[in-house]
């Protein structure tokens, strides 16, 4: 899969891995986080949440102006490395120290998105530079779905880690993971409408149980908690808010791995890292002729016009895409099953998960046509071992083993691992023949996966009316058919804008793909506060309405956009 790729894209593969790993450790537990610490209720949370996530993907146009006018690529992103993990530290702090309150974190996020804005969209656009070289050319497309992964290796962990933290500070107060004891805590104090959309998943995670306080000394009683109603709903809380701090410290961490990733392997992508403006001083210094190709005005409008287009187009996939994290975590929460089978917890328990994936890749390649006799026996060994781990993780799990919300979050990551090698072949299978959709093509197709996606979960919000609670199944079928519209439009966007950004606007460039995923992030928070206004099902239509008229504007604009992908890139002034 790396054949015809640079060195340097398995640089930017790693640091970006670390980096993202941080991130979604803490996005894994950020909404849970503010219900718990402050008790907020959807509406609320949904303000924090699509408010930070418009500034981490909005600031990257500031970043792109600091590294095209002032820094470069190289410079840019280490310092928003050093960003991030200040901010990370600063997020982690409330919950050890006495700065409690709304404003430590609003200023923990600034800093945080700060930093990503410098780093992220840069790293993008030098990727994106490494692929101007006319051999690696070609394969700009697939290299973006292979940065890609490094983005969902970091991810499909980063919930575990989020897991494992809470759970190893909750273990000092003989205390259990059970993120739902907030959010009751809360409800029973203060009577809201979500009251009236629980009462269906009540019997179906607590038998027997049928109201909030009832839930609550049931919890008790499973942790032979010594103390008061009262005290309980204090001190748990407090517990669960300190070990999401502790996930918020290992994020800064990872900061850290990132930024040594990326300074350690410079000579891999140095060549690339030279902008525009670089060039011109450079060569100016060197009493050289300035031999940078010079685009002409009217064709960077064209250029800039094309990419706004796609840009207002993507706002809106984000805006359905980032419902992971907030009411489809809500949703995980209090609408599908927590009590599952032993069968079904394999999917989520990492002791389990890991081995069977491995036996699933021994088997892929067992049966591989074109795999060598060698390649074979290490496909077998790796089914045998899978499976005979996997087997023992099952047999170690109790009757009936709860799933954390947050634990859904890494299905996406996941499928993009395991699906990128496959649709990375499924296009260079078409690009052979001739028959490969363009990048726009491809973004307006994963429009409609988008909608697909959410029909599913519609579907299920049906069900849910007749029903205790979903199977954890609706989810990871959604998660599913998301990843796969995810690898048509977003690796595949980030290329389109490298590939058709003018040169001397390379880094703005992926800045406003990013500024308009912080729209999209944006409007996910808003959109989110209907949440507990519509019936559910209403919610995921709505959804499933704007991405199909979304993937109908793409089509409708397909020919402006194609033709400035094909614009000749040696245009002179």
Not at 365 to 394: F, H, P
């Amino acid at each position: 899969m790396l054949k015809g790729h640079p060195k340097g894209l398995l640089v930017a593969f790693f640091a970006n891995m670390g980096e993202r790993f941080g991130y979604y450790t803490m996005l894994a537990i950020f909404v849970l986080y503010l219900q718990a610490n402050f008790g907020f209720n959807a509406s609320q949370a949904g303000d924090y949440y699509g408010g930070f996530l418009f500034g981490i993907y909005f600031l990257p146009i500031l970043g792109g102006i600091v590294a095209d006018r002032l820094l470069g690529y190289g410079k840019t992103i280490a310092l928003g490395t050093v960003i991030m993990f200040v901010g990370y530290m600063l997020l982690a702090s409330p919950g050890f120290f006495a700065m409690q309150g709304k404003v430590i974190i609003i200023i923990s996020l600034f800093v945080i998105s700060l930093g990503t804005g410098f780093f992220k969209g840069n790293l993008q656009a030098l990727t994106g530079k490494l692929y101007d070289d006319p051999k690696f050319a070609p394969n700009r497309d697939n290299a973006f779905n292979i940065f890609y992964m490094g983005i969902n290796i970091g991810a499909f962990f980063a919930p575990h880690a989020a897991t494992g933290v809470v759970n190893w500070m909750l273990s000092g107060k003989n205390f259990s993971y059970e993120s739902t004891i907030p959010h009751l805590s809360n409800l029973q104090a203060t009577p809201h409408p979500f009251l009236d959309k629980m009462t269906n998943t009540v019997q179906a995670n607590f038998a027997g149980v049928q109201t909030y306080t009832e839930k609550l000394q049931h919890f008790m009683g499973e942790m032979n908690f010594a103390g008061g109603l009262q005290e309980f709903i204090t001190e748990y809380p407090t517990t669960l808010s300190k070990g999401y701090s502790g996930a918020f410290a290992v994020a800064a961490i990872s900061m850290l791995v990132s930024l040594i990733i990326f300074t350690a392997f410079r000579k891999y992508y140095k060549h690339a890292d030279i902008t525009e403006k670089q060039k011109q001083q450079k060569a100016a210094k060197e009493g050289k002729k300035d031999e940078t190709v010079k685009m002409s005005k009217e064709e960077e409008k064209k250029r800039l016009v094309a990419l706004g287009l796609v840009f207002v187009t993507v706002a809106f996939f984000w805006m359905a895409f980032h419902q992971n994290g907030f009411t489809l975590t809500i949703f995980a929460r209090d609408f599908t099953v927590s009590d599952v089978s032993r069968f079904d917890y394999l999917f989520f328990d990492l002791r389990s998960f890991l081995p069977l994936l491995a036996a699933i890749g021994g088997l892929i390649l067992l049966l591989r046509r074109k795999s060598s006799t060698r390649n074979k026996a290490i496909g077998g060994g790796l089914l045998v071992v899978g499976a005979g781990l996997a087997y023992w993780a099952y047999s170690t799990f109790a009757a009936n083993p709860k799933i954390e919300p947050q634990l859904f979050q890494h299905f996406n990551p996941i499928f993009i691992v395991f699906l990128t090698p496959l649709i990375v072949g499924f296009f260079t299978w078409l690009r052979k023949r001739g028959k490969e959709p363009t990048s726009p093509r491809k973004i307006g197709i994963g429009m409609f996966l988008t909608a697909a996606g959410f029909v599913v979960m519609m579907t299920g919000a049906f069900k849910l009316q007749s029903m205790t609670g979903l199977s954890p199944y609706w989810l990871i079928g959604t998660y599913l058919t998301l990843t796969v519209a995810e690898l048509f439009l977003s690796p595949i966007g980030i290329s389109f804008v490298a590939k058709v950004a003018p040169p001397r606007f390379s880094g703005l460039a992926q800045g406003g793909w990013l500024g308009a995923t912080a729209i999209g992030n944006l409007l996910a928070g808003l959109v989110g506060k209907l949440w507990d206004i519509v019936e559910i099902w209403q919610f995921f239509a709505l959804l499933v309405g704007l991405t199909i008229l979304s993937g109908i504007f793409i089509f409708s604009i397909m020919r402006i956009l194609e033709n400035a992908s094909k614009s000749d890139q040696t245009s002179q002034e």
